[in-house]
């Protein structure tokens, strides 16, 4: 009987426990996740929808925007290849300076993004090692679309690899030498065997290599120049908009991102809820 | 397809793997390596296969060398330890992928590989599993797909790494006999690796032993375990009693005893060890002749219809373990703690300065 009362006591403080973490928990995403997001929509409709749509279809929101999936579009298939082909290479092949390799991949990580910008700047300004040169070839590359693209490169580059990387070193690589042996050239073993086994953790690193293109600004605005219609990505232009007192057109603009995070986000947890139904079949 | 292997030599940094492998492969042959891990087995193997480059020496098929020769383009069927099918594909298309990859002009037609996938998943007693998928299969179920997916492309020979090895051991009883019979059948060049000595001896035609890089012998099953070339393959081949003495006059003087070694009788005054096996040792309750080692008793067991007995030698600080049949044992009615007679009927003796590499 007493035993009894023992465990009931354990379990009644365990869901005690549970419980106080869990609300928390809750509090804590509601007060710095949830609300700011609400917050965001509030704003933005505050002046009515005339004015927010007005805000999203005015033509330097709607080149920034066409500038951001541009961006992306350029971005994230871009680092898909690299991604892929480093994973590769450091999965499945022994080679000197591997180690570095991996840091390497990492360094975006590690330097903050305006950093990032500047060396870019440095290296692609007309005083710059390579600058000079583009610019007797006529090629602009700091505060022009070029630039754009080269930095958000460079900051999300990790993304994809390394979430291939430990898919790919658990696979190992006799699925791979048992195609290769049935006859198969080394595309239809890449097509046939690779991809399928690392298709799920693949559109993971692609969704959040996306994600973080579109969101980037510390790299960005140091480059981009800020020239309104062209070199302006949505969070510098939710930016300026800020800056000259426009409140609810920033917040529509910030609305409008959130709404795409908020979409990458769906897509995200589908991915994951797909990879788990795979572990679980394996 | 015959296989010739000349002068192989293979390094992985600066450890050798490999040191002068020569070693043919006749058509049709079923051949065992057998060794250690580390022994170099497994890169041999994927030597042959093409899966590992050949750095020094030539591996040749049918006199032809290989050398340049892709894996793709080989023409061998390799079977992985751990079965290495395709997860995200059906027993199905595992076993018809060699057949799909194909370039169209040389791909049989759909109903034509239908009709070879039923045949093969029939052979190895799938026939209605084709739809399933590899997770949903136990592990010789899986290895026998994998068998068959090999078989699918119709190589000129069969390699297999450690088929058995991941397997528990009456599936893998059942296996390596379904492994003979069907190589009985297909007369399929064939080379497995083991470290497992009772399937070598059970499978093979040849059976090749491989220590630190190095073949040690190679023969047949009985060859090799009758006539076993150095301590390494008579100590791998099973269990094992070492007598440590010094010849004289074609005798192993053990201090208290002299057994016979009439191979050396040339040699004199040299340390020198003699390998008996466990079941080449006579016991006795009553001392026969000077020449028995006396020997007490110290643990007895029995798996399934033979008793195993650990002895301890009175005359030095050495075990001896001692196989005898069910009714040996019952005549002798031993016990533990008792001092009984020993003497080998059969003994190799090797000098240990001979092998030291």
């Known amino acids: 009987m007493e035993k009894s009362n023992n465990s009931g006591r354990v379990k009644g403080q365990k869901s005690a426990v549970k419980g106080v973490l869990i609300s928390l928990m809750l509090l804590y995403l509601t007060l710095f996740l949830l609300v700011p997001l609400i917050f965001i929509f509030v704003k933005a409709f505050e002046q009515g929808t005339a004015v927010y749509f007005a805000a999203i279809t005015d033509s330097d929101a709607l080149s920034a925007i066409k500038l951001t999936l541009l961006v992306v579009i350029i971005t994230v298939p871009l680092n898909t290849v690299f991604g892929i082909a480093a994973a590769w290479c450091i999965t499945k092949f022994q080679f000197r300076g591997k180690q570095l390799l991996l840091s390497l991949i990492e360094l975006p990580f590690a330097i903050s993004p305006v950093i990032a910008g500047l060396i870019f700047i440095l290296f692609f300004s007309p005083r710059g090692a390579l600058g000079s040169l583009l610019m007797d070839w006529g090629i602009k590359i700091i505060f022009s679309v070029p630039g754009i693209i080269i930095v958000t490169m460079f900051v999300t580059l990790p993304f994809i690899a390394r979430e291939l990387i430990p898919i790919m070193q658990t696979q190992g690589k006799a699925e791979e030498e048992a195609a290769i042996s049935l006859g198969a050239s080394g595309w239809k073993m890449f097509m046939l065997v690779t991809l399928p086994t690392i298709k799920w953790g693949l559109l993971y690193g692609m969704i959040l290599c996306s994600a973080r293109a579109i969101g980037e600004f510390g790299a960005v605005s140091v480059v981009s120049g800020r020239i309104r219609g062209m070199t302006n990505t949505m969070p510098l232009h939710v930016e300026i908009l800020y800056n000259e007192y426009q409140f609810s057109a920033a917040f529509a603009v910030a609305s409008l991102m959130s709404l795409l995070a908020l979409v990458t986000l769906s897509i995200k947890s589908f991915i994951e809820y797909k990879t788990e139904k795979q572990q679980v079949g394996e | ?357």
Do not use: C
């Open chain 2, 1 to 357: 397809m015959s296989i010739e292997i000349r002068d192989v030599t293979k390094h992985y940094g600066s450890f050798q793997a490999l040191k002068n492998i020569n070693l043919t492969i006749s058509k049709g042959e079923l051949v065992a390596l057998l060794g250690p891990s580390g022994s170099g087995k497994t890169t041999l193997l994927r030597m042959i296969a093409g899966l590992e480059s050949v750095e020094e020496g030539s591996i040749s098929f049918d006199g032809k060398d290989l050398s340049t020769v892709h894996v793709n383009q080989r023409d061998v069927g390799f079977v992985f330890q751990h079965y290495a099918l395709f997860k995200h594909m059906t027993v199905f298309d595992n076993v018809a992928f060699g057949l799909n990859i194909r370039k169209k002009s040389l791909r049989p037609s759909k109903q034509e590989i239908e009709k070879k996938v039923h045949e093969l998943l029939e052979l190895v007693k799938l026939s209605g599993f084709a739809h399933r998928y590899p997770s949903q299969l136990s592990g010789g179920q899986r290895q026998r797909v994998a068998l068959a997916r090999a078989l699918a492309v119709e190589p000129k020979m069969l390699l297999l790494d450690e088929p058995f090895g991941a397997l528990d051991a009456k599936v893998r009883k059942e296996l390596r006999r379904w492994l003979r019979k069907l190589h009985n059948e297909m007369h399929i060049t064939s080379v497995f690796v083991t470290h497992d000595q009772e399937e070598a001896l059970d499978v093979a035609d040849r059976i090749v032993i491989m220590n630190k890089g190095k073949i040690e012998q190679v023969g047949t099953p009985s060859e090799v375990y009758d006539k076993p070339v150095s301590p390494f393959v008579y100590d791998f081949l099973g269990n094992v009693n070492l007598f440590h003495g010094r010849l004289q006059q074609g005798k192993l003087n053990l201090g208290s005893a002299q057994l016979d070694a009439p191979d050396y009788i040339d040699k004199d005054e040299t340390d020198a060890v003699g390998y008996v096996r466990p079941h080449h040792l006579t016991v006795e309750r009553v001392r026969q002749s000077k020449d028995e080692i006396a020997a007490k008793i110290t643990f007895m067991h029995s798996i399934g219809p033979t008793w195993h007995i650990e002895m301890r030698r009175e005359d030095i600080d050495a075990y001896v373990e001692v196989e005898l049949s069910k009714e040996e044992f019952m005549q002798l009615d031993l016990k533990v703690g008792e001092i009984v007679y020993v003497s080998p009927k059969e003994m190799k003796v090797f000098i240990p300065e001979d092998f030291i590499i």
